[in-house]
């Protein structure tokens, strides 16, 4: 049994469809099993800390967010490998790397959980993956109601990743020997700038869409309502910057990481108007 936390997240469910369709016993952990909509093969199981020992009966693998793992990592570890888990598959942040600002809210709750895994006795696999390709649903709302999308740094470029060649990678670090003590840094294919990811965006849905840079200042919680105010500020970097790019997703997984373009394909139906009746 496989055990995947983070099961309505978008790698989490990606991972969960693709054990399923593996024909492997996955038990899809969510706080919310009334509305998580996940797939019929799948044991679907509320997660709870206060009985964390309940979440693992019969378990032996484990996929785990920095989240689900929660202020003290330790004792879902714990309670884990008492169960019987002995691997752990972490989706952690390629933030964590040599000379980063160890202080950084992202760096630090991801770190945490890394050092709790490798004190845990566990065997684990580390995933570090760099922006995801979803982080473009940020702007989905304004394009679901017009062609302008109003947004910071045009000229910030990153290497977006596919949600579903995360969960590929972690299929295999799981279904496969020889990923035990792992550190995978992930990236997608190509770089592109947030004005070239959105004009992706308007090419897979035939509109033209024109991104319209508004400085971070006057960029409010409308705009980003995930983004905790002073965070914003540190994407600054990378504007102009090269990102870091490589081929682990095709080494494991034996296909290319896909580009944003296709990402923007499959995801068309997110930036679609609603129906109307
Ligand atoms: N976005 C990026 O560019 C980026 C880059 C590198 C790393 N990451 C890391 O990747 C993760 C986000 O991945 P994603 O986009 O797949 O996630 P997501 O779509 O935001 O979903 C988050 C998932 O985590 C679960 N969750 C959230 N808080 C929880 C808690 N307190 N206890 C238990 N479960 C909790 C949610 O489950 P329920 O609500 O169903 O319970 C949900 O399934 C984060 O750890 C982030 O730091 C992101």
Redesign the pocket.
Known sequence: MIVV????????RALVDRLVAAGRPVRA????PQR?GLPAGAEVVR?RRDDPAALFTGATQLFL????A?DRPGELLRAAREAGVRHVVL?????IAEGADGTHP?HV??ATVERAIRDSGLEWTFLR????A??ALQWAPQIRTGDTVRGVFAGARSAPIH?DDMAAVAERALLDPGHAGAVYRLTGPEATTNAEQVAAIGRALGRELTFVEVPPEEAGPDLFPHVPPGMLQSFRAAVGATPEINDTVEKITGAPARTFTHWAEDHRNDFQPPATA
């Open positions: 936390t983070g099961a309505t997240g978008n790698v989490g952990l969510t706080r919310d998580a997660f967010y920095a989240q689900a929660g989706l952690s942040s390629a933030i992202i709750m991801h993956p760099g922006g995801f979803t982080n949600e």
